[in-house]
């Protein structure tokens, strides 16, 4: 099956795991541009901003999504949703959004490939912020506008990429 328009390849979720959608966005996607000017505008932390290698887009089942939209349309006044950042990382052995032609891990301690399945949970919250000595607000997920703050929760990235970073 040939990807969509702008979609370089694509993974469907794992056995056992939610129906999630998984795609390689090129330039080309109508997305690309608009993620990759937030990023760079939101970084300021240092004069030097990382390279975009690749941008990936997570489809969530239509359950999770159908969830979403029913707690926004709760929220007075329909809620606020933004875009935001979330900095995480890649188990050691793992190369998934390193190796595009590698499909996302099942390694249960890989944060990303983890993320990608089963969406964020709570129960994995702070594993980063512990470690890397960045537990400032308790346990919770936290996503940020600035994208180099975001960097900050990504630990041992520098592996491979000094700035690997995950869009929420």
């Known amino acids: ?18 129906e999630y959608v998984l795609s390689v966005l090129t330039n080309a996607h109508p997305k690309y541009e608009g993620i990759k000017h937030q990023f760079r505008q939101a970084w300021e932390q240092s004069a030097f901003i990382p390279t975009i290698v690749r941008i990936l887009q997570v489809r969530n089942p239509q359950s999770v999504y159908d969830s979403f939209v029913q707690h926004t349309q709760q929220l007075h006044g329909g809620g606020n949703t933004q875009r935001r950042f979330h900095g995480t990382s890649l188990a050691p052995q793992c190369s998934f959004g390193i190796n595009v032609t590698q499909q996302p891990c099942s390694d249960a301690g890989c944060a990303v490939c983890t993320i990608c399945a089963t969406s964020f949970d709570l129960r994995f919250a702070g594993n980063t912020a512990r470690v890397g000595g960045f537990f400032r607000y308790g346990r919770g997920l936290y996503f940020s506008k600035v994208s180099s703050k975001s960097n900050d929760y990504n630990q041992a990235s520098e592996r491979t990429n000094p700035h690997s970073l995950q869009v929420g």
């Open 1 to 18: 099956r040939t990807p969509p328009a702008g979609v370089d390849r694509v993974w469907r979720g794992r056995a056992g795991d939610p």
